[in-house]
């Protein structure tokens, strides 16, 4: 008759500074888009916004929703611009 005795779980390999600085990264984006989306649940009065000539009036959480995903685009494109050109 056999035993199936537990096997010690497997050595935790430890992290180097590229994880940390990973995990660290994206702690702050999730930490960055909770306080924006309750900013923006927060902010439903209306707005009107001047751009140049024209004045638009629209919800205020529509305006920072739009604001905070062209943030996130520039911040993307800009990132990735900047791997490029490491890369080279």
């Known amino acids: 008759m056999t035993t199936d005795a537990p096997k010690p779980p497997p050595a935790q390999q430890p992290r180097s500074a590229a994880d940390k600085a990973e995990r660290s990264r994206?702690?702050?984006a999730?930490?960055?888009a909770v306080i924006a989306i309750w900013?923006?649940?927060a902010n439903t009065?209306?707005?009107?916004i001047t751009f140049w000539v024209v004045t638009v009036t629209s919800p205020m959480w529509l305006t920072l929703a739009g604001t905070f995903l062209a943030g996130m685009l520039v911040s993307l494109l800009l990132t990735r611009s900047r791997n490029r050109k490491a890369n080279k």
Do not use: D, E, R, T
């Open 26 to 28: 994206l702690i702050g």
């Open 30 to 32: 999730i930490v960055i």
């Open 45 to 48: 009065h209306k707005a009107s």
């Open 39 to 41: 900013f923006i649940l």
